[in-house]
């Protein structure tokens, strides 16, 4: 998972402050591995908030994607860095 | 007893620069300690009035860092304030069900609303909206009974209060957490204020910028805060062996129906607000023994106020406070905190002075309360409210050992 997430092409260092800010955490905290309900206290509002800023952040749609893999913060990384190179899969044609 | 339960007040709380406690607040109002101060509303300084901003306000301890995100100023305030009543109270006593809130407020989250105007984010709504003081406080205190937040502009917080009393006369809860709260100190709004004429804009002793029923007043005094109070039925708060500082005992309610923003120059609605409210305790204007004035320090207010309690009670009859010349005027804020004051005034048997009255108004044929507290007999006190939009209210309230 680390050695996904090394080289996402700025992303985990974006990533790393806004998951700080939303979850209202240190951002020492904020490690690939945390998971983002049970460790960082996510709620419905948080990820609502992340989907949002994570749009405006690296221009990816988050929101209708399948996200039922994503737990970790290093999945939402990952999903990131893939819904950015475009893999088709991971795109949900019922975005909204 | 028969008929609807008595209600007292068990708690208070309160948030803003006149006093971050009802016992700072109470200092502040018998010492003449204006909270009054020349205040930048922008960052720039380019919006520079007097104001009475909360200094130092921290709602740690009160709001995680989370929660703090989630929630305007003005609604921090309002729970660090509820929190506190709730803590004078001794806690909240009844099941769940059976508790209740009702917040006033007349601006809502306008600092989030403001900062979020084209590019909002998640949180906006939830922010700005003018009830998520009343969430925040029923999420808090296991609120599952009536929950709701009028906005009536300045009277907000005595509706607030005088609704939540309803709610225990009628059996709908046997506690509630009422109040107001604001957080207007925004550029946009001193500005408004200020180019209707209605606020303080200049003044050479900022610390004595709001002067009601003065002959040299110049306007309101504008103000930020939360002031909270828990109500009680009587019965069972007697039966806890609560501390009760002391009894709401009447309620008036009524409209101008007559300008948008000026009060009815002859004091009408403000007349039968306080005659209902009287009527409502079992009492009469005779037996009054102070007012708690709405006292904006605008002329339009100061005299038609005057010429109303002047009808009600006769000329310079019954001592008269007006505590917005050293609170100034928190919109929403001010019924729920003058609420407060009120309950100290009753408990402490004392009316506090006018701060800065030095020359009254010779059209306000009153007995302003100046200098010195003043002693006052046990009995009813009206605390009176007339907003923007013409809405009226007034809450008696009485000691809990008559």
Redesign the interface.
């Known amino acids: 998972m680390e050695a996904e997430c090394r080289d996402t092409g700025g992303v985990w260092e974006a990533l790393r402050p806004l998951c700080a800010q939303v979850m209202s955490v240190p951002q020492e905290a904020v490690v690939p591995q945390a998971r983002l309900v049970a460790d960082l206290g996510a709620d419905s509002l948080d990820i609502t908030e992340l989907e949002a800023a994570s749009e405006e952040l690296f221009g990816v749609t988050l929101r209708g994607t399948d996200k039922s893999a994503v737990a970790t913060v290093g999945d939402v990384a990952e999903l990131i860095v893939r819904l950015r190179a475009g893999t088709p899969d991971a795109h949900s044609t019922l975005a909204r | 007893m028969t008929g609807p339960h008595a209600v007292a007040v068990t708690g208070l709380g309160v948030r803003c620069g006149a006093g971050a406690t009802p016992e700072e607040l109470w200092e502040s109002l018998v010492r003449c300690r204006s909270a009054s101060t020349l205040h930048a509303f922008d960052d720039e300084g380019t919006v520079v009035h007097p104001a009475c901003p909360m200094p130092r306000f921290d709602p740690a301890g009160y709001l995680?860092?989370?929660e703090?995100?989630?929630a305007d100023r003005s609604v921090q305030l309002a729970l660090c304030a509820a929190a506190d009543a709730v803590e004078d109270a001794g806690g909240l006593h009844v099941p769940s069900r059976r508790r209740a809130v009702v917040t006033g407020t007349g601006y809502g989250g306008v600092i989030s609303q403001e900062s979020g105007i084209g590019h909002p984010?998640?949180?906006y709504a939830?922010r700005l909206m003018h009830n998520a003081g009343a969430y925040w406080i029923s999420d808090r205190f296991g609120v599952t009974g009536p929950s709701l937040t009028i906005s009536t502009a300045c009277a907000s917080g005595t509706h607030a209060v005088g609704e939540a009393m309803q709610m225990i006369r009628a059996g709908s809860a046997d506690v509630v957490v009422a109040g107001g709260h604001d957080s207007p100190l925004t550029a946009t709004t001193a500005l408004a204020f200020g180019r209707a004429g209605a606020m303080v804009t200049e003044c050479e002793d900022p610390a004595a910028a709001s002067r009601p029923f003065d002959a040299g007043r110049q306007g309101f005094v504008l103000a930020e805060g939360a002031a909270f109070l828990v109500l009680e039925r009587l019965d069972l708060a007697r039966a806890r062996g609560a501390r009760i500082h002391a009894t709401l005992t009447g309620y008036g309610r009524t409209s101008d129906a007559h300008h948008l923003t000026a009060p009815h120059p002859d004091g009408l609605g403000a007349v039968a607000c306080m005659e209902l409210a009287l009527a409502d305790a079992g009492t009469t204007a005779d037996a009054v023994t102070h007012v708690n004035a709405h006292g904006t320090g605008t002329e339009l207010n100061d005299l038609a106020e005057a010429r109303a309690i002047a009808t009600v009670f006769g000329s310079r009859k019954v001592p008269v406070t007006a505590p917005k010349a050293v609170t100034g005027h928190g919109l929403g804020l001010a019924g729920a905190l003058e609420a407060v004051i009120t309950v100290m005034s009753v408990r402490e048997g004392l009316a506090p002075p006018t701060a800065h009255l030095t020359r009254l108004d010779p059209r306000c044929e009153l007995d302003l309360v100046t200098g010195e507290p003043r002693k006052i007999p046990d009995g009813p006190v009206i605390s009176n409210s007339f907003a923007f939009g013409g809405h009226n209210a007034c809450v008696v309230l009485d000691s809990p050992h008559v």
Request: net charge positive; aromatic share 0%.
């Open positions: 995680t860092v989370k703090m995100r989630r984010d998640v949180l939830p």
